[in-house]
């Protein structure tokens, strides 16, 4: 297909993704500058142009594609807006009671002192996505543009400059051939493109990629997976967050549970399964599924309704995987920037402040007219000497403690972590990207080669083509699989030998199946699901041969998480 005629449009300053780093940043480069222009008024100083401010978010509406992280510590929004209790933050409770449970097969024992990174009085219990919306509404009240429904799929460059992205063609058929409805992408030029996509985020994959960006040590992540249900009124509990692990599993992989009580009965719960993990038939989905068999949730969830699903991954490496925060003409923030703080699993806050340095770095920018790394570094200086720092330093060695043992975590280093402000027994551990953990079936004991048989029983626990249906996915069936698999004969031999096709077992969304081939007789071929897939990115960070890409799919598509 011949190159197209593109529309491009030109910005000051661009935002990818409309999270909450995003719009924190957009929102606070606004005000600061109205705030800097008026002081300067006064004192007869030549005020800086009010930038032309855009932020696009492939989501069909913000707020849609925001699934977790919704006990949020209010510290980075109350810098943001002192007053945003009174502006309407959509707060649903106030924590009031954390507790720290741990879960076997057939016993509920409470920790009787919640660890400190679990302590979460005073918090703030909402919908991220409902936070989100309100967010991008202050946002537009500030005079800040936002294009939902257009998906960033390539970032553009003038030699190694970063000059913004080209959003994704739409109206292409599964053949490439173009239909009735095609409109190609639009080309976005900006002084400085800000990155907030989120976890694994597609243009900021190829900006860390180009202008090898990498943190000190790879990315490494695990997949949560959300389910929000309705509760009998008397098992409601305002104000009540859990956090637990299901022991023994515990001792060997460390997955956790949360839980939180939301409005109208409601609660969140969810499950967080580790990726680097030996088992090729790691199954974050299925783990869930068997939490909720635990005494406690039995009976929490008897007489519930479930009302909706999702998954999502998080970025676990903290801050020895931070990547470098900056290049010419680009800033990277939020999930994809690795600001997530695994030890508290929080990372609203994280986000938000990035956003607002970033803002702050911005107004620098535009006073000189200089979009180089010499002035975006500046990002990272205030980094460093902002509290969001210190707490990663705090909790940089967590994830490395749980790659050497989760046993040698909970017993030995954990401790040692909280006195010494981080640093454990050593000094900075080396961590491995998630999916170089999976081992060949033949390197497991001959009792963990197969997957686990269990039975759904449509109650409690449900299949993963069942709970699709409750996340609000939707995608056009007629275009290209968003997902693309670079070589579709490693899955049908030599992943199928090796590993048992896998990615049948990580994607929570049961996108990826293998089928019998007409063309082969006795063999098998993958087909992909394209329609199935909830925007988690499992398949692009687990799959053995990094032959998975995730790329944006039309548009305003993919899962609703509007009630999440």
């Not at 190694?160 to 053949?175: A, H, Q």
């Not at 998080?314 to 600001?339: C, E, N, R, W």
Request: glycine content about 8%.
């Amino acid at each position: 297909m011949s190159e197209p005629e593109r529309e491009s449009m030109e910005v000051d300053v661009l935002y990818v993704g409309a999270g909450p780093a995003n719009l924190a940043s957009a929102y606070h480069l606004s005000k600061q500058i109205e705030a800097r222009n008026a002081l300067a008024e006064k004192e007869g100083q030549a005020p800086i142009e009010p930038p032309v401010i855009l932020v696009i978010e492939k989501a069909a509406a913000a707020g849609d594609h925001q699934l977790s992280g919704a006990v949020v510590n209010p510290k980075a929004i109350a810098e943001l807006m002192p007053d945003f209790v009174e502006q309407g933050f959509p707060t649903e409770h106030i924590v009031t009671d954390s507790q720290f449970v741990i879960f076997t097969r057939k016993r509920t024992i409470k920790a009787p002192i919640c660890p400190p990174q679990f302590q979460k009085k005073g918090y703030h219990v909402v919908s991220l996505s409902n936070v989100v919306r309100w967010m991008a509404e202050k946002c537009e009240e500030a005079g800040i543009e936002i294009y939902p429904g257009f998906a960033a799929a390539q970032v553009l460059t003038d030699g190694d400059r970063v000059i913004g992205v080209r959003t994704g063609d739409m109206g292409i058929d599964k053949n490439g051939e173009k239909k009735p409805t095609y409109q190609p992408g639009m080309d976005i030029i900006a002084k400085v493109t800000v990155l907030g996509e989120g976890v694994r985020g597609s243009v900021t994959k190829q900006v860390i990629d180009r202008f090898g960006l990498e943190g000190q040590n790879p990315q490494t992540y695990e997949t949560g997976i959300k389910e929000i249900w309705r509760i009998k009124p008397e098992k409601h509990k305002p104000g009540r967050v859990i956090h637990g692990s299901l022991f023994p599993d515990a001792l060997t992989e460390m997955g956790g549970m949360f839980l939180y009580d939301m409005k109208d009965n409601l609660v969140s719960f969810g499950y967080v399964s580790p990726l680097a993990v030996k088992s090729p038939h790691n199954d974050p989905h299925l783990n869930t599924q068997r939490f909720k068999t635990t005494p406690f949730m039995r009976d929490l969830l008897d007489g519930a309704e479930l009302i909706r699903y999702g998954a999502k991954c998080i970025p676990t490496g903290a801050l020895f995987a931070q990547p470098k925060l900056y290049h010419d003409g680009v800033l990277l923030l939020g999930d994809g920037a690795s600001m997530l703080n695994i030890m508290k699993l929080a990372g609203v806050h994280m986000a938000m402040k990035s956003g607002m340095l970033a803002a702050e770095t911005i107004i620098e920018a535009l006073a000189k007219d200089d979009f180089t790394a010499a002035t975006l570094g500046g990002y990272a200086e205030r980094y460093r000497a902002s509290w969001a720092y210190q707490e990663h330093l705090e909790g940089r060695n967590f994830t490395g403690s749980v790659e050497i043992s989760p046993l040698f975590l909970m017993a030995v280093n954990a401790p040692l972590m909280m006195i010494s402000k981080g640093r454990g027994l050593i000094k900075a551990i080396k961590t491995h990207a998630s999916h170089t953990a999976m081992k060949k079936l033949w390197e497991l004991p001959e009792t963990e080669r197969h997957r686990e048989d269990f039975e759904f029983d449509g109650k409690l626990t449900f299949s993963k083509e069942h709970l699709v249906g409750f996340s609000g996915t939707q995608h056009e069936a007629d275009q290209p699989p968003h997902l693309k698999v670079a070589d579709t004969d490693i899955c049908s031999t030599i992943c199928a030998r090796d590993y048992g096709n896998p990615c049948e077992s990580f994607c929570p969304a049961a996108v990826y199946e293998m089928v019998d081939d007409p063309d082969n007789a006795g063999a098998k071929k993958l087909f992909i699901h394209h329609e199935n897939c909830v925007h988690c990115k499992t398949c692009d960070i687990a799959d053995p041969y990094q032959i998975i890409t995730w790329t944006p799919p039309e548009g305003g598509e993919g899962p609703d998480y509007t009630q999440m």
